[in-house]
């Protein structure tokens, strides 16, 4: 498995402003995503992170609200912009490892936004 | 797409009694069925795993079973203990799953109670 840190853990933030939270694996992944967790519920995928390419996104979410960046095979961020109570959630970072399993997402331990 | 329907939505044991959790899966090309632990401020941890080429797989007091016919897998948990208690949840994905195509269930609260 891989080691997962997220930045930050929590924050609490003003609508209309911008927040980007930062995923750091601790060896190279094949592939890093992005969930969306809202309160009491599942997980959503938001969008594949790509090393050296625009994000892959899921339908319902847009690049414009949610901006990727991956600039190497081990660190990603996500922006979560011009927020809204609505985007009150957890977001969480998940990879796959190049080794061991193919099919196998670890995920990091999540940054818990609410927005006032 | 791929829809994965989870019951229970909450279940209460005692310490020692078995849990079962029941997942049901739509699309028949789903063909890897991994099962995460999330407990209250954590990420997801992965628990158990069972590929479509099995039908059942063991570690120690967790157990997973799948039954391709039917389109569902479930979680055993047997000698539950209160640590057991968090929320659990199943997920469906496509040959590889390398395109990020977990399909979660919404989860399980799970209570085992001292």
């Known amino acids: 498995s891989a080691v997962i840190s997220q930045k930050p853990s929590r924050d609490i933030c003003q609508r209309g402003t911008s927040l980007t939270i930062q995923c750091q694996v601790d060896?190279?992944?094949?592939?890093m995503f992005w969930y969306r967790q809202q309160p009491g519920q599942s997980l959503t995928l938001i969008a594949t992170a790509n090393q050296g390419s625009e994000a892959t996104y899921e339908s319902g979410f847009v690049i414009d609200k949610f901006p990727i960046s991956r600039p190497n095979l081990t660190f990603s961020t996500l922006t979560v912009s011009n927020m809204s109570p609505e985007d009150s959630s957890i977001y969480l970072c998940?990879?796959?490892?190049?080794?061991?399993?193919?099919?196998?997402?670890?995920f990091g331990p999540g940054t818990r936004l609410l927005v006032l | 797409g791929e829809n994965v329907e989870q019951h229970p939505s909450t279940l209460s044991v005692q310490e020692g009694d078995s849990a079962v959790i029941k997942c049901t899966y739509s699309d028949s090309a789903s063909n890897y069925f991994p099962w995460y632990k999330q407990e209250l401020g954590k990420g997801p941890q992965l628990i158990i795993d069972i590929r479509s080429n099995v039908g059942e797989k063991k570690d120690q007091r967790i157990a997973v079973t799948l039954n391709k016919t039917a389109k569902h897998f479930s979680l055993h948990i047997t000698e539950t203990q209160p640590e057991d208690s968090a929320v659990y949840f199943c997920?469906?994905?496509?040959?590889?799953?390398?395109?990020?195509?977990?399909?979660f269930g919404k989860g399980t609260k799970l209570s085992v109670k001292p």
């Open positions: 998940s990879v796959l490892p190049t080794s061991g399993s193919l099919e196998t997402q670890y």
């Open positions: 997920a469906a994905s496509i040959a590889g799953g390398s395109q990020g195509n977990l399909i």
């Open positions: 060896s190279q992944v094949t592939m």
